[in-house]
């Protein structure tokens, strides 16, 4: 990194996915939502649409002269303190935020949910059938999974790991919190919340999802 970083700095290290599903030659990105109805146990529902929220410049694969860094929470600063037009164009093609993308020209703001650069995932569900892609293997059904006694899954079966290994990290923390509010109440007592998360995903070329982030 050129210089040594001190030992209590902490970094998010991420991989950049060069080989991305395109749609009209445009990077895109999928916004699912969860239901966390439960923590004692954890109960997890998947709200069967969502969003699709596409680049607003044609996809090339990276390179020297294409490629631009921008770190997310900068990424509008950037844009409008007079970036020059080239920055700007690699960034709406890297870039799927709408925050970044809502900026550019190109931009296409639709009343219906299957035109523009802002869809519905059961828009994307249709366009992959129409193009022989196998859809049941990326949705799946939704289903019922019990891991063990104390997590309850309701999740799309192509979705269950991306979902389930995310919220499992993140478990022992949210439930130590939850008890802490509710001493002296038993485990398995009736949940007095939940929590709606946004799951911001990319597709690889192959269908794969990753996952880039989670929003509360």
């Not at 219906?112 to 569900?125: A, H, P």
Request: glycine content about 4%.
């Amino acid at each position: 990194m050129g210089t040594e970083s001190q030992l209590q700095e902490h970094f998010i290290v991420q991989e950049y996915l060069d080989k991305p599903f395109l749609m009209e030659g445009y990077k895109f990105d999928l916004r699912i939502y969860i239901l966390v109805t439960s923590c004692d146990p954890l109960r997890i529902f998947l709200y069967n649409d969502g969003l699709v929220r596409m680049g607003t410049e044609k996809y090339h694969s990276p390179n020297e002269a294409n490629l631009f860094f921008a770190i997310k929470d900068l990424a509008i600063s950037y844009v409008c303190c007079g970036a020059s037009l080239s920055a700007q164009s690699q960034l709406y093609m890297h870039l799927t935020n709408y925050s970044v993308n809502k900026h550019n020209e190109n931009f296409e703001r639709d009343e219906t949910m299957d035109k523009g650069s802002k869809r519905s995932i059961s828009w994307f569900t249709e366009f992959l059938r129409i193009n022989d892609y196998d859809v049941a293997k990326f949705w799946g059904d939704i289903s019922v999974i019990k891991l063990c006694d104390a997590v309850v899954f309701f999740v799309p079966v192509s979705c269950q790991e991306l979902v389930v290994k995310t919220l499992i990290v993140a478990e022992p923390h949210v439930l130590h919190a939850y008890r802490m509010c509710r001493p002296g109440q038993p485990p398995g007592s009736d949940s007095v919340c939940f929590e709606v998360l946004g799951f911001d995903i990319i597709l690889d070329r192959k269908l794969k999802p990753w996952l880039l982030e989670v929003q509360i």
